[in-house]
């Protein structure tokens, strides 16, 4: 019995589109996500995937090459179909399983941060509230404040150690 090779980490635009275009395929197919890019947002992916890889070059590297606005993007996406926690999870989900399964090391690590951040980030804007993960006491009337796995009422919150 062989062992499986060692992944590498992500170094470069090749690397990003290949986990990109990796994750977009098991996007388009997932069974609670995949009609929300193929039939609501109409994604094509040939010209989709430049951007993506511009905008998590620039997420990954530093690179400066991403120059729209994501957070917009996504407004005009939940006006069609609303976008609800599930979602956020799913596609959270599929991306750190893509990264486990293509590459390891420090910025594949930093892509798995960066998208629990992004994704927690639009999730909690949608829901009109901060993009914040810290939202401030200002924001004590929110009945709920939502973390990844599982909905933390606000008494919870503040009860827990």
């Known amino acids: ?3 499986a090779p060692e992944l590498r980490d992500l170094a470069d635009r090749d690397d990003v589109a290949r ?3 990796t994750f977009y395929g098991r996007a388009f197919e997932d069974e609670l996500i995949g009609h929300i890019f193929t039939d609501v947002a109409h994604m094509d992916l040939d010209h989709h995937l430049p951007i ?8 990954l590297f530093n690179a400066g090459l991403y120059r729209r606005n994501a957070l917009q993007l996504h407004y005009v996406l939940n006006a ?4 609800h926690e599930e979602h956020f999870e799913r596609w959270l989900l599929l991306w750190t399983s893509t990264v486990d399964d293509l590459f390891a090391g420090p910025v594949a690590e930093r892509a798995k941060l960066q998208a629990t951040r992004i994704a927690g980030s639009i999730h909690r804007r949608l829901e009109g509230r901060s993009g914040s993960q810290f939202e401030s006491l200002a924001h004590r009337d929110v009945p709920d404040t939502f973390e990844y796995g ?5 008494d919870e919150a ?3 150690p």
């Open 80 to 83: 069609k179909h609303p976008l």
């Open 150 to 154: 599982h909905r933390v009422r606000q």
């Open 52 to 59: 993506m890889c511009d905008f998590w070059q620039t997420v």
């Open 19 to 21: 986990l990109v275009r």
């Open 1 to 3: 019995m062989t062992a």
């Open 158 to 160: 503040v009860a827990e």
